[in-house]
Nanobody
Framework: QVQLVESGGGSVQAGGSLRLSCAAS????????MGWFRQAPGKEREGVAV????????YYTDSVKGRFTISQDNPKSTLYLQMNDLKPEDTAMYYC???????????????????WGPGTQVTVSS
């Protein structure tokens, strides 16, 4: 059974940084499309960043471009999200997601991702 476990969340002040990790088991991260999503209280879940293995590309939602970087370490079966210059509007529960396909389009279509982690909370104070 595939398992995804996020870590690295926490509370930071605006302008600070965090690095989220997603450890995958029984899933080959180099062979699937993986991404980070987030959900703030009272809001819908939104896609943040995706690594599309099939296209060999990364994609970001506009609000995080230039601040967040998605990456993966294949030997460690771990997906990362480096978050810099954090803003209060980045406050949310962050989820790691993995698809059964190498590519997903639209990249942030949540229904295309089969596996999800339990999430890690990120809180940014002003």
């Amino acid at each position: 059974q595939v398992q995804l476990v996020e870590s690295g969340g926490g509370s930071v002040q605006a302008g600070g940084s965090l690095r989220l990790s997603c450890a995958a088991s029984r899933y080959t991260i180099s062979s699937g499309c993986m991404g980070w999503f987030r959900q703030a209280p009272g809001k819908e879940r939104e896609g943040v960043a995706v690594i599309d293995t099939g296209r060999g590309s990364t994609y970001y939602t506009d609000s995080v471009k230039g601040r967040f970087t998605i990456s993966q370490d294949n030997p460690k079966s771990t997906l990362y999200l480096q978050m810099n210059d954090l803003k209060p509007e980045d406050t949310a529960m962050y989820y790691c997601a993995a698809a059964n396909t190498r590519s997903v389009y639209p990249w942030f279509r949540a229904q295309a991702y089969t596996y999800w982690g339990p999430g890690t909370q990120v809180t940014v104070s002003s």
